[in-house]
C-alpha cells in the first residue's frame, strides 16, 4: 500500500488561506500547495493533510463555516492517482 | 512652525508607527501578488490581506470575513453598491447631507436607468429625523442610502433606527460610512446593513488608496468590473464567489498591509476609547470657536452628536482666505469650501457663501494645537482683510 495524503480544494484563496489558519489553530498538520493540475479546482491553491486528520479537519472546518470544494485523496508515489473521498 | 493638521476628515495624518511599518514590510519583504501563485511569499501576501479582512469583518461585526471586499476607495464601494443593486425604474431614498460619492452615481443612475430618487431633507443641523425616513419610505423603495456621519458638519445619523425602518419596508440599506469607520461603532449584523462602503485612509489609519464594502448575506449585487480574480482561471466568466467576484485585478497589497495594521491599531485602543479621544478633541475646538467672536458654527456643536469634524464661518472673512491665512501665517491645516457636499450645504445654510472653514482633529492631535488654533482665529476675528470694492 502505497502512502496517501488528503488534497482539499477551494473556490477561492480567501478560503484556502482561512483552512490553512483555522486547521493549525486545530494543531492540524497541513501544507498549502500549488493545486495539481491533475484536479480541477477553482482555486490554484490548495491543503494537503494527512489522511488520519481528515475527520478532524471536516468538523473544524464545518463549525467554522470553511467552504470547501473537494476533498480528494491522492497518492503520493503515485499522483495521478487521484480519487474522491467521501 | 510646528504644524497643526486638521484636516483628518479628508485623510488621517499621522499614522501609527505600526502602519508605516507594515507597509515597508510589505513592500521590501513580501511583495508578490496576493492570491495568484502558490509560492511562499505569494502565500505571506494572502495572509496579509486575510488578516485586514478578518480583523474589519471582526469590527463591523460581519460574520463571514469573505464578504468583506477590498477596493481603491470608498467611493468605488459605493459605486458598485449602486451600480450593482439597482435596476431601471428603482426608487431609492436619500438624505440631504450625502457626499458626491453618493450623489453623482445616484444621478447617473436616474439618467441612465431611470432610477426615482427621493431626497429627504435633514435639519439645519444637518441631522436626519428618523420619521421622515418612515414617511418618505412608504412608496416602495429598493434602498435607502445614507451616510453615517457627514464629512461637512459631522452629524451623526441614526444609522440603526433608519436601517430597522427600511428593513421593515423590504429596502436594502446602503451606508456611506466614510466618516465613521474606525471613529464610531459599527455593526452590520445587528443593524441589518445590507451595504457598507468604508474608506481605509480615514478612521481606519491606513494608506490612500484602499477602501472596502461590506457585502451583506442576501444580497445579490452586479459587479462594476470584471477580470483575473487568481480563481476559476479556466473559465471566461467572472466567479461568483466573495470576495474574489469583486476583486479583480490584483490588490493593493501594500495599502491592506497598511489598513490591517490601522484597524489593528483601532481595535487594540478599542473604538469607545477612541470615540472618546475624539469626542475630547471636538469639545476643545468647540470650546474656542464659542469663544471667538464672530464665529458661526454649522452642525450639532455637541460632541455627543457629532464625530471629529467642525465646520464654521468667521464674519468678515471667505472661507478659502480664512483657510489660506491659517496655513501660511500660522501652520493650521484645515480645508475650506464645500467639501464635494453641495447639497448638506444648502441643508445647512452655508452654499450661498461658499461653505464652511472646517477642522476635523484625529488620534495624534493635540490639546495645544488646539489652543493655538483658537487664538489665531481671535487674532483674525480681531483683523477681517479689508477688499478694495
Known amino acids: 500500500m502505497m502512502p496517501e495524503e488528503i488534497i482539499v480544494t477551494f473556490f477561492t484563496t480567501h478560503h484556502a488561506l482561512r483552512a490553512e489558519r483555522v486547521a493549525r489553530e486545530e494543531n492540524i498538520s497541513c501544507t498549502l500547495i500549488p493545486t495539481p493540475r491533475t484536479i480541477s479546482a477553482d482555486c490554484t491553491i490548495a491543503l494537503t493533510m494527512a489522511p488520519n486528520d481528515t475527520a478532524h479537519a471536516r468538523t473544524v472546518f464545518a463549525a467554522r463555516n470553511i467552504e470547501t470544494q473537494e476533498w480528494l485523496s491522492i497518492n503520493t508515489s503515485l499522483h495521478h492517482h487521484i480519487k474522491k473521498t467521501t | ?389
Open chain 2, 1 to 389: 512652525m510646528d504644524l497643526a493638521y486638521l484636516d483628518n476628515a479628508a485623510t488621517s495624518h499621522p499614522k501609527p508607527e505600526s502602519v508605516y511599518r507594515a507597509l515597508d514590510g510589505f513592500m521590501r519583504d513580501i511583495g508578490a501578488s496576493p492570491g495568484r501563485s502558490c509560492h511562499r511569499l505569494a502565500i505571506a501576501a494572502g495572509q496579509c490581506v486575510l488578516d485586514a479582512r478578518e480583523r474589519i469583518a471582526a469590527l463591523f461585526n460581519v460574520r463571514d470575513a469573505a464578504r468583506v471586499v477590498f477596493t481603491a476607495s470608498c467611493t468605488e464601494a459605493i459605486n458598485t453598491a449602486l451600480k450593482g443593486l439597482l435596476h431601471p425604474g428603482d426608487r431609492v431614498v436619500t438624505t440631504s447631507m450625502e457626499h458626491n460619492a453618493v450623489m453623482r452615481p445616484l444621478h447617473t443612475l436616474a439618467r441612465d436607468r431611470g432610477i426615482v430618487l427621493d431626497v429627504v431633507p435633514c435639519s439645519p443641523r444637518g441631522v436626519l429625523d428618523p420619521a421622515d425616513i418612515r414617511r418618505h419610505l412608504a412608496s416602495r423603495t429598493r434602498a435607502l442610502v445614507l451616510s453615517h456621519a457627514s464629512n461637512v458638519t459631522g452629524s451623526i445619523q441614526p444609522v440603526a433606527e433608519a436601517a430597522a425602518i427600511a428593513r421593515s419596508c423590504g429596502a436594502v440599506v446602503i451606508v456611506d460610512a466614510a466618516q465613521s469607520a474606525g471613529m464610531l461603532p459599527v455593526d452590520v449584523t445587528g443593524w441589518g446593513i445590507g451595504l457598507l462602503a468604508f474608506s481605509g485612509h480615514k478612521g481606519l489609519l491606513g494608506p490612500q488608496g484602499i477602501g472596502g464594502l461590506v457585502v451583506g448575506e442576501g444580497i445579490e449585487l452586479d459587479t462594476l468590473i470584471e477580470g483575473g480574480t487568481g480563481s476559476m482561471s479556466t473559465n471566461e466568466s467572472q466567479p461568483t464567489m466573495l470576495p474574489d467576484k469583486f476583486e479583480s485585478g490584483t490588490a493593493n497589497g501594500p495599502g491592506i498591509a497598511g489598513l490591517g495594521a490601522g484597524v489593528a491599531h483601532v481595535t487594540s485602543q478599542g473604538i469607545d476609547a477612541v470615540r472618546a479621544t475624539l469626542a475630547t478633541l471636538t469639545a476643545t475646538i468647540l470650546e474656542e470657536l464659542a469663544a471667538t467672536p464672530g464665529v458661526t458654527v454649522h452642525g450639532p456643536a455637541d460632541p455627543t452628536r457629532q464625530t471629529a469634524v467642525i465646520s464654521f464661518a468667521l464674519a468678515g472673512w471667505d472661507v478659502a482666505e480664512a483657510s489660506r491665512i491659517l496655513d501660511q501665517h500660522h501652520g493650521i491645516l484645515t480645508r475650506a469650501g464645500v467639501h464635494c457636499a453641495p447639497r448638506a450645504h444648502a441643508t445647512i445654510g452655508s452654499l450661498r457663501t461658499g461653505g464652511t472653514v472646517r477642522v476635523s482633529p484625529g488620534l495624534f492631535t493635540t490639546v495645544d494645537s488646539i489652543r493655538h488654533l483658537g487664538h489665531c482665529l481671535r487674532e483674525m476675528a480681531a483683523h477681517p482683510p479689508t477688499h478694495d470694492a
